[in-house]
């Protein structure tokens, strides 16, 4: 597997078994997610958390995916999993995230945002200060739905983007202007909710050719 020497960023998502983990990692990912929402196929328990946390090396980088949870619940998160990263989803507020941020100091914090028109772009340098990344998602989180990706060729952010929503390996090229991280889910299922080997080492060898070729 050749490395890939870039600023940009690959984050595979939704794991819940450690064999495909496992080929992530051996495929030099750089972030991997773990889903805590509960109506979500990709959906993971504390304790299956725990046991995947044990396999990935801290040059990975591990996200908790969590939607409007409550803190006894982040708490019980954080013992078992340790996230380098939390993604939130929701209706989140500013106080929010700085709430979260007073609690667990130590770990980073990707505002997600979905996105349907220019317009839901407006506010998300609001939350440049609390937040170290931006995730731009399709309307639909999880359905591997794209977005109108020509909305950010006008845009600005204050904080590093990851791309998320319906990428995949037909659409990866296309998109790989757009942002400095890309998050795939989907794009790496065969059958819904479950990774396939195949399509993360396929995945992972086309992002780090697109690099090469960018002289990344």
């Known amino acids: 597997m050749k490395q890939c020497y870039s600023q940009k960023k690959i984050k595979l998502c939704g794991f819940n078994k450690p064999d495909t983990l496992q080929v992530a990692i051996d495929c030099l990912v750089d972030f991997v997610g773990l889903v805590f929402a509960s109506n979500s196929v990709r959906f993971v328990s504390e304790n299956t958390a725990y046991d995947l946390a044990k396999i990935i090396p801290t040059t990975v980088a591990k996200v908790a995916v ?8 982040l708490q019980n998160i954080y013992t078992a999993y340790q996230p380098d990263f939390w993604q939130v989803h929701g209706n989140f507020t500013y106080q929010d995230l700085l709430f979260l941020k007073k609690i667990f100091p130590a770990t980073k914090i990707i505002a997600a945002f979905n996105v349907k028109n220019a317009d839901d772009l407006a506010k998300i340098n609001d939350f440049s200060h609390i937040s170290d990344y931006f995730l731009l998602d399709s309307a639909s989180s999880g359905e591997g739905k794209v977005f109108d990706w020509q ?22 090229p296309s998109a790989f202007h757009l942002a400095d991280v ?8 065969e059958t819904r909710g479950v990774k396939s080997a195949k399509l ?5 060898n086309l992002f780090q050719d697109l690099c090469n070729k960018n002289h990344l």
Not at 200 to 204: D, L, Q, R
């Open 151 to 172: 909305m950010l060729d006008k845009a600005n952010f204050a904080k590093p983007l990851i791309l998320a929503g319906g990428i995949n390996l037909h659409n990866l």
């Open 182 to 189: 890309f998050d795939i889910s989907s794009g790496i299922e």
């Open 66 to 73: 969590v939607v409007d949870l409550s803190l006894p619940k």
């Open 200 to 204: 993360i080492a396929e995945t992972m």
